[in-house]
Nanobody, 113 residues
Framework: QVQLVQSGGGLVQPGGSLRLSCAAS????????MRWHRQAPGKQRELVAQ???????NYADSVKGRFTISRDNTKNTVSLQMNNLKPEDTAVYYC???????WGQGTQVTVSS
């Protein structure tokens, strides 16, 4: 049984940083394309970042240069380091394994002064 369990998130002031983690069981993150999505209230879900099995990454234009996706093959986790956060980054963030369409439970990130 595949599970993606997220941790991290919370409330941060503009300009601050947060780190989200996604711990996988039942699959090996190193062989999957893993993604982070987000959904703000009243908006469509947005693909934020992805990491491919070969290690290459790409990002939405809105987060380029501020967010970094990474994985730890030993711990079988995928992380999203978010720096210089802005109020418009406020959303529920979801971890996703593309093959099999598995999803984490979602984590609230709120950027507010």
């Amino acid at each position: 049984q595949v599970q993606l369990v997220q941790s991290g998130g919370g409330l941060v002031q503009p300009g601050g940083s947060l780190r989200l983690s996604c711990a996988a069981s039942g699959l090996a993150v190193r062989v999957y394309t893993m993604r982070w999505h987000r959904q703000a209230p009243g908006k469509q879900r947005e693909l934020v970042a992805q990491i491919f099995s070969g290690g290459s990454t790409n990002y939405a234009d809105s987060v380029k240069g501020r967010f970094t996706i990474s994985r730890d093959n030993t711990k079988n986790t995928v992380s999203l380091q978010m720096n210089n956060l802005k109020p418009e980054d406020t959303a529920v963030y979801y971890c996703n394994a593309v093959l099999g369409d598995h999803w984490g439970q979602g984590t609230q990130v709120t950027v507010s002064s």
